[in-house]
């Protein structure tokens, strides 16, 4: 329990550095950040406050999903926004493109690793996740229609109200789900003879 517990937080924190990094490279990020930067440029917050808003208000539509939520969905919506604002707060200035460049892989890497922390600690989905499977348990609909329904409309809402769209968007899309099908079972045992297919990161 103690060993889960910490791959939990490690997990979560490194998830919120490396959205950060993403946020910091100015290349593009993942279709929910260009969502959340989108609200934070119309409202004037930091990134790290509206995921932690957005992922507070996803929760309640747990509710009439009758969706629980654990330990790590709980964790997930405060956690992560407060490491993705501390670290921006700390990264220094970076104009060059090559490093801004590798600093968008190893976002990537980085978010793949703390994605395959998180779900292999077991202490349940992130409140976005937990709204894609509500749905799909209440409808039948298929998940992989439902995730890319939900991720096109916070893409083009944030797209809509100016989030950082570009290049490291559409890398993040091709990659992150084979990055995590490769991470998983460092973080999770059980799964290596499995080895799930993963579209898309399943931790928010």
Do not use: C
Request: without cysteine.
């Amino acid at each position: 329990m103690v060993r889960r517990l910490l791959q939990l937080y490690i997990g979560l924190v490194l998830y919120g550095v490396s959205t950060a990094m993403f946020v910091h490279a100015r290349l593009g990020v993942d279709p929910w950040d260009v969502f959340h930067l989108g609200v934070g440029r119309i409202f004037s917050l930091t990134i790290g406050t509206v995921m932690i808003v957005v992922g507070a208000l996803v929760l309640l539509l747990w509710i009439p999903l009758r969706q629980r939520p654990g330990l790590g969905t709980l964790s997930n919506v405060v956690l992560i926004g407060l490491a993705a604002d501390a670290t921006l707060a700390l990264l220094p200035p970076v104009e060059s493109l090559v490093v801004r460049s590798l600093l968008l892989g190893a976002a990537v890497l980085l978010n793949a690793i703390a994605t395959g922390m998180y779900i292999g600690a077991g202490f349940g989905a992130g409140p976005r996740d937990g709204l894609m499977t509500g749905i799909h348990a209440r409808t039948g609909w298929s998940i992989r229609a439902i995730r890319t329904a939900i991720e096109l409309t916070v893409l083009l809402a944030g797209i809509m109200m100016g989030g950082a769209f570009g290049v490291g968007t559409i890398i993040y899309a091709l990659t992150i789900g084979p990055l995590i099908q490769l991470f998983l079972p460092w973080f999770q045992p059980a799964a290596r003879d499995k080895q799930p297919a993963v579209s898309a990161p399943a931790i928010r």
